[in-house]
Every structure is written in C-alpha cells, then in structure tokens.
C-alpha cells in the first residue's frame, strides 16, 4: 500500500478526489444498492480512503452542508486535542475561536448560495482551537467534494506554530542583521575617517624629513664654508626641523595604535564567553566606589549610592559598564560646581534597572545618539579617553540581554540608565 502518510497535501488532495471519483459517477439507483451490496472497486476504493484518513499525517476533517462534522482523522485528534466521538456530529466551528465560531455557518450558508469561496478551493492560514482552549495557527486547505445527492467537505488542517515560530525568529534574526550591518558600516566609516588623518600626518612630516635629510646632505656636502664654524641652518635642521617631524610622526604612529587598539578591544568582546550569574550590585559598585575614591577627593565630588537590587549578567563585564559610567560622570563634571553624582536602581517589570546620574556638563539631545558610536567624542580635547568606553558598554549589555539609555541635559548633567534582566525570586 502506498505511504499515505508522505504525501503532500497537493497529492493527498488529488487522492482523495480521485478515490471520491467512484461515488460521484454513481447512478442513483446503483447508489442505492451500494448500500446493501458493493462492488469489489468501491470495497477497494473505501479502503484506500480510510488507509489515507488513518496515516495521514495532515489533519483531515470532513463536514456535511450545515457545517456537521462526519469524521476526523488521528492526525487531527491530535492537533485539536479531541477524540473523533466528541466531535462528530457537532459543528466544526468547536474547532475554532471566536469570532470565527460564531461566522462558519453564515460563511458556509453564503458560500453554497454564491459560490462564492474565501477557503474553498484556495487554502489559507487561519486558526483553530484546541480542546483545551488554546488557540493556534493553522493551514487550512477545504476541498469540496460533491456527491449525487449532497455535497461534502474535506479540510486538510496543520498545526503550524512551531513555523510561525520559526518565521518570527527568523524576522528577529534578520533585523538584528539589518542593525549589525549598519553599526558596521559606521564602524568602517569611523575607522577609515579616525585612521586616515593621523596618516595625513605621517605622511605630510615624511615628506618633511625626507626634505630636511637632502638640505642637510647638501650642507654637508658644501665645500664653500670655513671649517670650525657652525652652520646655523644645520643647527636649526637637527634640533629644530627633524626633531618636530619626528615627533608628529610618533604622535601619528600611537594614535593609530590606540585605535587599532581600541578595535581589539571592541571585537574580542564579541567572542569572549559569558558567564551569568547572580550579581550583587551593592558590593560590585561599592568597590568600584572604593577604587575611585581617590580621584573623587581631588575633583571634590561627591557619590551617593542608594541601595541596589541584584540582577543577572557577567560580573567583569559589567563592572566596566557601571566602572566606565561613573568615570565618565567624574570626568564630564561643570568645573563650576561641585560635582555630585548619584547611583540608584529598582526592579521594573521582571527588570533591574539601574541609574547613575551626575550634574555634570550634559549632552545635547542632537548629540545623544553619537555618544554610542565607536571612538566618538564630543570633545576630543575635554579629559582623557578615547570614545570607546560607551560603544563597548553598548555591547556588553546587548550581549546579556540589557540595554542602556541615555537622558541629558545641556549644561545640567546626565542620567545613563542601564537595565538587566533581575533575578528570578
Ligand atoms: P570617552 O569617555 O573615552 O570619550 P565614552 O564612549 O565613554 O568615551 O564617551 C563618549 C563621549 O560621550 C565622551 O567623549 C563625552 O563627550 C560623552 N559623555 C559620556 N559620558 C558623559 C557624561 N556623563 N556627561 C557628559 N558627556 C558624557
């Protein structure tokens, strides 16, 4: 016997008409005899059609005109969670939520008076219900099967959570993609902008030099000057001329450096392992107090710290968020008042969120999306740094689940929020 249970729906539906086929041809009166008495075919033919409704494994229901289930197949037991006696004889709209339960039998009704079909014949994604009240997403395929006196119809249902679930990932997945092509994109743009103009330097006082050597070559070479006496312009040439192009060609060569540096450091955090864990916030930012009391003495500035809930992540990593986010407040505090900078924290829907807030110099809102991008500065001369501490920030959070944000204001100060997931109680 042919596995019925591999076809396809396309070919289970041809089977099915084809194996119907007998029924439809017969005459009314042998179709009354079919009744006491059938022919070795149809024997053969009714046969074939429960061995299709026993293995398939697509769902398959068949209802009268008024929408009265007359079977059901273990495949669609199982996707409906009811036994076939529970549900044959009742209306197919059990098997669906509302407001579809309380429309069949209109759609049914004004499908057999126009003909005109939404499902019938064409197959759709809809949802059904299971006994259990749970609704899902299923493919409905509904042919129609019309027999000497009566018609029929057959639905071909499959569950398809599992692939919607799959497809909504996969959506997720792809935005995702679309976000990371374009962080790269400005990192390219950044790292071409960034590396290029320490090499303009490089190259502009290579030239200098190669310049400086041949005036020098030349004066050395001159034959014209009395011996013993010093050569201003050599002078100049050796303490003055080479010694800065030397020095800007250093200076180019460690800023570039740093920034291949800095590129190390932001892409190794992709691959390092993680490892979540039940944090203490209290004791974490505490000693991170601890190692920056020193350089919030000599600012003048004061921490507050409120108490902390816990939450889950990896205890290095974020250490240098929270590390990074309070150096920073120190760092970008208004010289003009002293600095005072509060951490706070509270659970907000299964999350921790935490607060560190300064009154510092503050951001403005034009500049507030920036401040994430690799090596980006508002001002390159304010303070030491680099423009990496929040973009790597951005990313350790990404990678376990969080996400920071920042509030500012121009002038007053800025609150960077930071949110993880809490621990389960
Ligand atoms: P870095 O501090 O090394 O420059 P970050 O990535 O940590 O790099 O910060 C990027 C930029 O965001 C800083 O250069 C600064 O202009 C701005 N910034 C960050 N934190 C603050 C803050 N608390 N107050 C004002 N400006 C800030």
């Known amino acids: 016997m042919k596995d019925y249970s591999k076809m396809t729906r396309a070919e289970l539906l041809a089977r099915v008409r084809e194996l119907e086929e007998p029924r439809r041809t017969t005459s009314p009166e042998s179709a009354g005899s079919k009744a006491t008495k059938r022919t070795p075919e149809q024997s053969d033919s009714a046969e074939r059609l429960r061995a299709i409704l026993e293995t398939a494994v697509e769902g398959i229901i068949t209802i009268d005109e008024r929408g009265i289930v007359e079977s059901l197949n273990p495949a669609a037991e199982q996707i409906f969670g009811y036994r076939a006696i529970e549900v044959i004889g009742k209306n197919v709209s059990l098997l669906m939520p509302s407001p579809y339960r309380e429309t069949h039998d209109e759609y049914i009704g004004n499908y057999l008076r126009t003909g005109q079909a939404k499902i019938i014949g064409i197959g759709r994604e809809v949802v059904g219900q299971r006994k259990d009240g749970g609704v899902f997403p299923m493919d409905l395929a509904v042919s129609e099967v019309k027999l000497t006196d009566r018609r ?173 986010l309070l150096d920073n407040a120190l760092k970008y505090r208004e010289p003009k008042r002293p600095g005072i900078i509060e951490v706070s924290g509270q659970i907000e829907s299964g999350r921790a ?53 920042v509030e500012s204001q121009m002038g007053k100060g800025s609150t960077f929020w930071v949110s993880l997931p809490a621990t389960k109680r």
């Open 152 to 324: 029929l119809f057959t639905g071909f249902v499959r569950d398809i959570t599992e692939r919607k679930k799959v497809d909504a990932r996969l959506a997720e997945l792809a935005q995702t993609l679309v976000e990371k092509n374009k962080e790269l994109e400005t990192i390219v743009y950044v790292a071409s902008h960034d590396l290029r103009s320490p090499l303009v330097n490089i190259q502009g006082f290579s030239q200098e030099l190669t310049r400086a050597c041949s005036r020098l070559k030349s004066r050395l070479e001159d034959g014209s000057r009395p011996p013993g006496r010093p050569d201003p312009e050599l002078k100049e040439l050796l303490t003055e001329d080479i010694p800065e192009a030397l020095e800007f060609i250093q200076a180019g060569v460690a800023k570039i450096d740093a920034l291949l540096a800095g590129f190390l450091r932001y892409s190794r955090l992709g691959r390092a392992a993680l490892k979540l864990e039940r944090l203490d916030m209290n004791g974490m930012v505490a000693s991170i107090a601890k190692s920056m009391e020193y350089q919030m003495q000599q600012a003048g500035a004061q921490l507050r710290i409120e108490p902390l809930p816990n939450c889950v992540g990896d205890a290095t990593q974020v250490n240098q968020v929270f590390s990074n």
């Open 353 to 405: 969120v935490y607060k560190v807030s300064d009154n510092g110099i503050g951001i403005a809102a034009e500049h507030q999306g920036k401040i994430f991008e690799i090596f980006h500065r508002l001002n390159p001369g304010a303070g030491e740094g680099e423009g990496l501490g929040l973009t790597i920030a951005q990313r350790i959070l990404e990678r376990q689940d969080g996400r920071i944000w």
